[in-house]
């Protein structure tokens, strides 16, 4: 069996320290890699060596470039030097960078630019966040459906060089409307006589530019394209919605939802490039949140504390039954966040879904009881073995229920589900096992 391949960062292989080695990666390395390796260079560096690629290279490694260090070496660009890569960055691309300046540098920018691209600049700057609008691209190729296919393909041979994909053209009538789309193939072979408006695709599936832009990837994942155009309310067609920003938007909403299943606020930059007092505010109000939820669990030992002081072997199980109550919440609600997330299930599942966990938690509940009886029997006899165990299979079945059911209850309230994260279910399934724990204690041992 042959060795598997191991494939090497050849950033992280570069010796920096060899300015051979350094000027031979520049000049050969992937836009990706160079770019990679730009990020980590202090800025004056960084810029000196952006300067020395050519042009239609530097465009390409930029718009690779983390954000922030996108931003930095704007700023330290001048104007004709900063109008030369905008202009012939992609359109998507361009719009990100201008949305991240000041207002100030945003004029300045825009009198360095020609008239098209300050006017692409604005339209699709104009769009609320996480939309289709802000992510799609106006670099499309557009067809009159009274081509036929020999000057479509003309026509397309010279719209090539600046457009995102020529591989499906979108065939607009004069008012610019939606009709169809026609793929590349279709028109090669085609006969040259052939009409576009007798070969294209009729009522193509096309997205609103306020739609959300995880949607619009799902759409793409789903119908497998590599793009979906994007109208207005008229039907006019304003952009397209690649694939690969697509990927790009559905990584930014994932990662959202990590951080809200962590309780951490959302984050604008990535965990490396955040700064001390970013992380530290984005992570202490939920924190400091939590400590009230655990004050339930509090009052609960407090309430009890009688039957704790006559029966101090009860202390003993009451980190194990109230973890197992947190941890089988936690995986409960991990699993109905994804599954919302992802489209899996929505909001009338519910009541199958319910009776489904029911019955799965009750035999984990039992499962569990039985395998922590012992431990009781042998720490403080059969009453409390039957109280462990039965606490047990309650907490585990409770926790489960709840976790299950808060992304469904935050779901219906226009909520983001992923806010049921492991710490929120952890911190109300332990306020309810700690409850059931000294009941059932109480109820058998007066």
């Known amino acids: 069996m042959n060795d598997a391949i191991q494939l090497k960062d050849p950033v992280a292989s570069l010796d920096r320290s060899d300015a051979s080695a350094v ?13 990679t390796f730009i990020d980590d260079l202090q800025p004056d560096a960084a810029l000196q060596q952006l300067l020395a690629i050519p042009l239609p290279r530097r465009v390409s490694v930029f718009g690779y470039l983390r954000p922030d260090v996108q931003v930095t070496i704007a700023r330290l660009l001048d104007r004709t030097q900063l ?19 000041s207002p100030d540098e945003q004029q300045t920018l825009l009198r360095s630019l020609a008239q098209a691209e300050r006017n692409d600049i604005r339209r699709l700057s104009a769009h609320s966040e996480s939309t289709a609008g802000a992510i799609m691209t106006s670099d499309y190729a557009t067809l009159a459906p009274t081509l036929n296919s020999h000057d479509a393909i003309e026509a397309l041979r010279r719209e090539a060089p600046d457009k995102e994909t020529i591989y499906r053209a979108y065939v ?3 008012k610019r409307r939606l009709i169809g789309t026609i793929r590349l193939q279709d ?4 006969p040259a006589e052939a009409k576009v408006l007798d070969l294209m695709e009729r009522d193509p599936l096309a997205v609103a530019a306020n739609e959300d832009q995880e949607d619009v990837a799902r759409k793409i994942a789903r119908y497998d394209v590599l793009a979906l155009p994007v109208v207005d309310v008229d039907g006019r067609l304003v952009g397209i919605v690649t694939h690969d920003d697509a990927h790009d938007a559905l990584q930014e909403e994932t990662t959202e939802d990590f951080h809200r299943i962590g309780t951490v606020g959302k984050l604008t930059q990535g965990v490396r490039e955040s700064g001390l007092r970013v992380l530290y505010q984005k992570r202490v109000m939920w924190l400091g949140l939590l400590i009230f939820g655990n004050l339930f669990s509090g009052a609960g030992i407090a309430f009890y504390e009688g039957i704790i002081v006559s029966h101090v072997s009860l202390v003993f199980f009451l980190p194990l039954l109230i973890g197992s109550s947190g941890n089988a919440g936690s995986q409960s609600a991990t699993l109905m966040v994804r599954a919302l997330a992802t489209g899996e299930v929505i909001l009338k599942d519910w009541g199958y879904l319910i009776v489904r966990e029911l019955v799965i938690a009750l035999a984990l509940g039992v499962t569990l009881g039985l395998a922590v009886a012992p431990v009781g029997l042998a720490r403080g006899g059969p009453t ?14 409770a926790g489960s229920l709840i976790g299950m059911s808060l992304p469904f209850l935050l779901s219906r309230l226009k909520l983001d589900p992923a806010t049921a994260s492991a710490p929120l279910v952890t911190t109300i399934a332990d306020a309810v096992g700690v409850v059931l724990y000294f009941a059932i204690a109480t109820a058998l041992l007066t």
Do not use: Y
């Not at 000027?23 to 770019?35: G, T, Y």
């Not at 109008?83 to 991240?100: C, H, K, P, S, Y």
């Not at 028109?187 to 085609?190: K, V």
């Not at 109280?387 to 585990?396: D, E, F, R, S």
């Open 83 to 101: 109008a030369e890569i905008v202009t012939t960055m992609g359109a998507d691309d361009r719009a990100d960078l201008f949305n991240q300046l």
């Open 172 to 174: 607009i009538d004069e």
């Open 187 to 190: 028109l090669i072979l085609a």
């Open 384 to 397: 409390i073995a039957l109280i462990v165990a039965l606490t047990m299979t309650l907490v585990v079945l």
């Open 23 to 35: 000027r031979s990666f520049v000049e050969s390395a992937h836009p990706v890699d160079l770019a």
